[in-house]
């Protein structure tokens, strides 16, 4: 009889364990996951003071735009949980879609080799974020799925494992970020 | 997007192959062995004292075979990316010489959180790709140059998806064991065979009685049956491995119409001759491989695939893609025009097996 319980017990607890395992695997997989996605980030804003440069040499009267986009960099840079980065990217989104369609005005600017190199390689960091936001994405979904499981659910947030949230993106720059900025000519 | 029924098992068999084809390779280089000394032997006393001659020495003779295949192994171990890049012709090429490449598979990775393989060019017309690598974290991806610049972005993303799954799925590293085990039978067989005939040529057969011609025979046997064994493995690598990667292409992608044209345009345009046998078996399509014997076959044939591809994914098939120069040419690419043209056999259009 004493066997019995003490095999359920172990059963009881090595499961337990297995599940604890699984929930601290999948909690890094989303911290794994949202590194990756600043180190996109941290991409796109460390070109934008250069943009800023090459920008300021030919439409000197736009300093207005170049400090709301200085800003809008400044606070996605000190964004840090996914909901402000969200925000915060969302907003650069759209100041740099204002950059450069005021490059139209200023057929040097658009001519410049500089600026052009700069704007093929944000739409393509754009790319990658857009990459590495769907990984993020979908490791927290399945971590926000688990905790929610039975028995998970008894014990995961007395453990400390709350859901996390989504890096989303508000849904008009959504379109910006998924497909790489276009400049009409 | 369908969870690729059998994967797993795929995984776990492509595993299980790695581990058997390892741990067979002792057994195998002992018959080797064994018969290699067996044809040294022929002393004129008889098959029996040939035979037990030959196992006499085969103590002292099959460490020497160990080491010999050890240090074989540990350089293909070490050096096999090197080799297989140098008989395939393949450039190791980085971000800045192939930016479009290199952001296809890059964006793949990040959206999987995978790292990212090596990538490498071939510069060849010709329309192909494979993997290579012995881990399943990270590998080799190479494409020819034909195959870059006559797919679009979304066809070639689809097919670095499909050697990406071969990596991940472990057939890239079977393929790399199934060759280099395979090379060093065939090495060795040849090596005796060619000795053999040299030998013969100088009249070195007259000295030998019976039991040394018996003797001879059997060794050749054995040998025989490794190099059959040599050219047999590259079959190790199961022709579901394709019908899986493309199935995982489309996983990755979820765009199935994008992996059947790409399939569509390898199609037929896809025989690299100068690549090893072995290596053969792992490229993305290979015409011979896929006709004739069933039994044979290294590849399912395109057809079949894009049929996979249109009844489990849902995917549209645009029909074979008989005529794709890069420049556009309009009139030629209206429909109607198709049908008369393959029907005189002009000279463009080239099935799998004319190739």
């Known amino acids: 009889m004493e066997w019995i319980i003490l095999i359920l017990v172990v059963l009881v607890v090595g499961w337990l364990m297995i599940i604890y395992n699984r929930l601290v695997a999948l909690r890094q997989t989303c911290g794994q996951a949202w590194s990756d996605v600043e180190v996109q980030l941290k991409q796109r804003h460390d070109l934008i003071p250069n943009l800023v440069e090459t920008v300021k040499g030919y439409a000197s009267h736009e300093k207005e735009t170049l400090e709301r986009v200085i800003a809008a960099r400044n606070a996605a840079v000190s964004a840090h949980s996914p909901e402000e980065a969200g925000r915060a990217e969302g907003a650069l989104t759209g100041m740099l879609r204002q950059v450069f369609a005021l490059s139209e005005s200023y057929p040097d600017l658009k001519a410049n080799q500089n600026f052009l190199r700069l704007q093929a390689e944000l ?51 959504r379109a910006a970020v998924q497909s790489a900025p276009q400049v009409k000519f | 997007m369908l969870p690729t029924l059998g994967l797993r098992t ?63 192994f540990g350089i293909a171990w070490l050096g096999y990316q090197p080799i297989i890049n140098a008989v395939t012709g393949a450039r190791p090429v980085t971000r800045e010489e192939e930016p479009r490449l290199w952001n296809l598979l890059e964006n793949l990775c990040i959206s999987r959180g995978l790292r990212m393989p090596r990538l490498a060019v071939i510069e060849t017309p010709e329309r192909n790709a494979f993997a290579s690598g012995l881990s399943r974290e990270t590998g080799q991806v190479t494409v020819t140059r034909g195959l870059m610049d006559a797919l679009t972005d979304q066809e070639l993303e689809a097919v670095l998806a499909h050697e990406l799954t071969h990596i991940r799925n472990g057939d890239a590293r079977l393929g790399v064991i199934a060759a280099v085990f395979a090379g060093i039978i065939s090495l060795v067989a040849e090596v005796v065979f060619r000795g053999l005939r040299g030998a013969r040529i100088s009249g070195g057969n007259s000295n030998r009685g019976r039991g040394g011609g018996a003797a001879v025979l059997i060794a050749l046997a054995i040998l025989a049956v490794a190099w059959l064994l040599a050219v047999v493995l590259r079959f190790a690598l199961s022709r579901n491995r394709e019908f899986l990667a493309d199935a995982g292409a489309v996983e990755l992608t979820a765009n199935p119409d994008a992996m059947i044209s790409a399939l569509r345009k390898v199609e037929g345009r896809s025989n690299m001759p100068a690549v090893p046998s072995q290596i053969q078996a792992m490229l993305l399509d290979w015409p ?44 030629a690419e209206a429909p109607h025009a198709q049908a008369p043209r393959r029907a005189t056999g002009s000279p463009w259009w080239r099935g799998p097996a004319a190739g």
């Open chain 1, 123 to 173: 739409s393509d960091i754009e790319n990658k974020i857009a990459a590495a936001r769907r990984f993020f994405n979908s490791a927290v979904a399945e971590f926000n799925a688990a905790i929610q499981q039975i028995p998970a659910v008894f014990f995961a947030a007395s453990l400390g494992f709350t859901p996390r949230a989504f890096f989303e993106l508000p849904e008009d720059q």
């Open chain 2, 10 to 72: 795929h995984i776990w068999n492509n595993f299980l192959k790695s581990g058997l084809l390892l741990a067979g390779f002792p057994v195998l280089l002992l018959a080797v062995t064994f018969a290699v000394l067996l044809l040294f032997q022929g002393s004129g006393k008889g098959l029996g004292a040939d035979m037990a001659a030959a196992a006499e020495a085969l103590p002292v003779a099959f460490p020497v075979a160990l080491l010999v295949s050890a240090a074989w």
């Open chain 2, 288 to 331: 011979q491989g896929a006709q004739g014997f069933n039994l044979w076959a290294t590849h399912p044939s395109i057809d079949s695939r894009v049929q996979a591809l249109v009844s489990v994914a849902g995917g549209r098939d645009p029909g074979p893609i008989l005529d794709t120069r890069p420049e556009p040419e309009p009139p």
